[in-house]
T-cell receptor, first 115, second 113 residues
Framework: AAGVIQSPRHLIKEKRETATLKCYPIPRHDTVYWYQQGPGQDPQFLIS???????DKGSIPDRFSAQQFSDYHSELNMSSLELGDSALYFC??????????????FGSGTQLSVL | AQSVAQPEDQVNVAEGNPLTVKCTYSVSGNPYLFWYVQYPNRGLQFLLK??????LVKGSYGFEAEFNKSQTSFHLKKPSALVSDSALYFCAVRDSNFNKFYFGSGTKLNVKP
């Protein structure tokens, strides 16, 4: 069965650079979530989209932006990268508008290292 | 406010013994509760969820969890642990009024042969 696809798997950047992370949800899933997981930390919610519109916002820095495209894939754009942005970034998708009783399906994550 | 607590950073059990990973939650509406497992450098994999109905929920890989409303708990259990169960386990809650998941801090399960 198709899963959530994230690219790239690994990304190395320097401080003040920009990065773009991509997420391709499971087919027919209309809701995408982004999570950030620091070393030894639990996943922290960043932002979510439903039907190409932002549906919820968490602890996403102003330096980050995201959008969901017409094919439902999503991109997380990160600018002015800081050392503290080094983390595993997960994308998750959900069907049916992300209603509360639906589980999330997670991708394998993008490991971002900022040097 | 919505929150999840996993009081144990680490749980150690011997293979073949029963295991329990604890989780308590706090939500303002009806709780939807989930357990996920994470292997090193991997995404979170869904194990089971409680939405409504029977308080004992059975999930993947022989895991089960018991919803206890009075104690606001949703402990993960397995009758007989396997070495391959060693991983990081996250409890998550979703309030029926809100969209996003809230994760606990995670519990590392070590199953020794």
């Amino acid at each position: 069965a198709a899963g959530v696809i994230q690219s790239p798997r690994h990304l190395i950047k320097e401080k003040r650079e920009t990065a773009t992370l991509k997420c391709y949800p499971i087919p027919r899933h209309d809701t995408v979530y982004w999570y950030q997981q620091g070393p030894g930390q639990d996943p922290q919610f960043l932002i979510s989209f439903y039907e190409k519109m932002q549906s919820d916002k968490g602890s996403i820095p102003d330096r980050f932006s995201a959008q969901q495209f017409s094919d439902y894939h999503s991109e997380l754009n990160m600018s002015s990268l800081e050392l503290g942005d080094s983390a595993l970034y997960f994308c998750a998708s959900s069907p049916a508008g992300g209603i509360a009783n639906e589980k999330l399906f997670f991708g394998s994550g993008t490991q971002l290292s900022v040097l | 406010a919505q929150s999840v607590a996993q009081p144990e950073d680490q749980v150690n059990v011997a293979e073949g013994n029963p295991l329990t990973v604890k989780c308590t939650y706090s939500v303002s509406g009806n709780p939807y509760l989930f357990w996920y497992v994470q292997y090193p450098n991997r995404g979170l994999q869904f194990l089971l969820k409680y939405i409504t109905g029977d308080n004992l929920v059975k999930g993947s890989y022989g895991f089960e969890a018991e919803f206890n409303k009075s104690q606001t708990s949703f402990h993960l259990k397995k009758p007989s642990a396997l070495v391959s169960d060693s991983a990081l386990y996250f409890c998550a809650v979703r309030d029926s009024n809100f969209n996003k998941f809230y994760f606990g801090s995670g519990t590392k399960l070590n199953v020794k042969p």
